[in-house]
């Protein structure tokens, strides 16, 4: 069969993969990481030792060369078992595309061989305290310092803050007439003057880590440029762009798919003492059910239709890769919704062990939030 993401045969085996760690490792931790708003580690450690955070890392640097069809359907299977896993692992990849691409950062070999090694977790930092949600735009700005720059800025929501190695960033080159005169640069976690200065305390995806980051006169050497200065908004808008919004499409159809499984077994396994019928047999929550799947195959059909546009671009590709992203986020708002009418009480209950498989614990909502 098909896969709608349009797979081959290695994305396939690495999908399959995906999906064993997904069911033995993340899942089982799930509740857990959302309960107590903890890190993933025990998933994160196993895409890693699987040489998954080299997923798209060329093979050249050691990495498995898959692409974003790889991309989205690995992504896809970890969401449906750990939304904060699958974010944390989007975001990492996002931040690898822009080293991938780069001819500035003189360590990029080195590094993406750490990466291609599973010793090196790697994230964005773009928004700011006064920018946003419009990540293009840095407030921050970069200061000539002999060889090199100082930078200071509050990144106001980095995931995998505290767990990350390195950080994606961007500030104004020296001299920006406007923040679109931006430079991307990496830092390392570790680096003098880097601080995480809360934890993540959030609804849903409660293990994700992202947290504010403060940055107070970061030495940024020349060779740690990933864009030429100025041209951050090419590596923003064209690299990271993309990878981030078909990531976290292909995150929010999977939670979908984890409400449609979860809400199917729930009418499936559910009856009535009193004349042994069940959920199932009422037509409104089949209803309901149907248009869940519906919404479900809609978003994914859109994301693998939105990959073969990227494969043969044109000039209605990134309004393709905008709505394929806004239509998943949509999706799953709407599918969970659903899901939580459908099962009612159930849903929000962590007393209710015939709901889910003893495997799946915790109420509905606690695994199958959406991002925000």
Not at 90 to 98: C, E, L, T
Not at 215 to 232: F, R, T, Y
Not at 300 to 306: I, P
Request: proline letters at 4%; charged letters at 20%; glycine letters at 8%.
């Amino acid at each position: 069969m098909v896969h709608v993401y349009g797979l081959s045969e290695t994305g396939r085996d690495y999908v399959a993969t995906a999906s064993r760690i997904a069911a033995e490792v993340a899942l089982p931790n799930a509740a857990d990481v959302d309960t107590l708003a903890r890190f993933p580690s025990e998933s994160m450690k196993a895409l890693a030792d699987d040489g998954f955070y080299g997923l798209c890392v060329p093979r050249e640097f050691g990495g498995k060369g898959e692409d974003m069809r790889t991309f989205a359907g690995v992504v896809e299977e970890l969401a449906g078992a750990c939304g904060s896993t699958a974010m944390v692992y989007v975001m990492h990849v996002a931040a690898v595309q822009a080293i991938v691409t780069s001819s500035t950062l003189v360590d990029r070999d080195s590094i993406l061989q750490e990466i291609a090694r599973g010793q090196h977790l790697t994230t964005l930092a773009f928004s700011e305290t006064g920018s946003r949600s419009q990540f293009w735009a840095p407030i921050s700005k970069l200061e000539e310092n002999g060889n090199g720059y100082l930078t200071s800025a509050s990144k106001s929501w980095v995931t995998a803050a505290g767990h990350a190695d390195s950080y994606v960033s961007t500030a104004q080159k020296p001299g920006a007439s406007s923040p679109l005169e931006s430079t991307v640069y990496f830092i390392r976690a570790n680096a003098g003057g880097v601080r995480v200065t809360a934890g993540f305390n959030g609804l849903g995806l409660r293990g994700n880590d992202s947290a504010p980051v403060s940055l107070e006169k970061v030495a940024v050497a020349h060779d740690h440029l990933v864009s030429l200065p100025g041209e951050g908004p090419k590596v923003v808008l064209e690299v990271v762009l993309p990878w981030f919004a078909v990531g976290s499409a292909a995150m929010a159809n999977g939670l979908c798919r984890s409400a449609v499984r979860r809400t199917t077994d729930h009418l499936v396994a559910t009856d009535f003492a009193h004349n042994n019928s069940k959920l199932r047999d009422l037509r409104n929550l089949r209803a309901r059910l149907a248009e869940m799947n519906l919404r479900t195959e809609s978003s994914r059909s859109l994301l693998g239709h939105t990959l073969d546009h990227i494969e043969d671009p044109s000039e209605v590709t990134p309004l393709f890769v905008l709505q394929c992203r806004l239509a998943a986020l949509q999706a799953a708002v709407d599918v969970t919704d659903l899901a939580m009418k459908t099962c009612g009480g159930a849903a929000f209950s962590r007393a209710a062990p015939r709901c889910w498989p003893s495997s799946e614990r915790g109420p509905m909502v606690s695994q199958m939030s959406t991002p925000s």
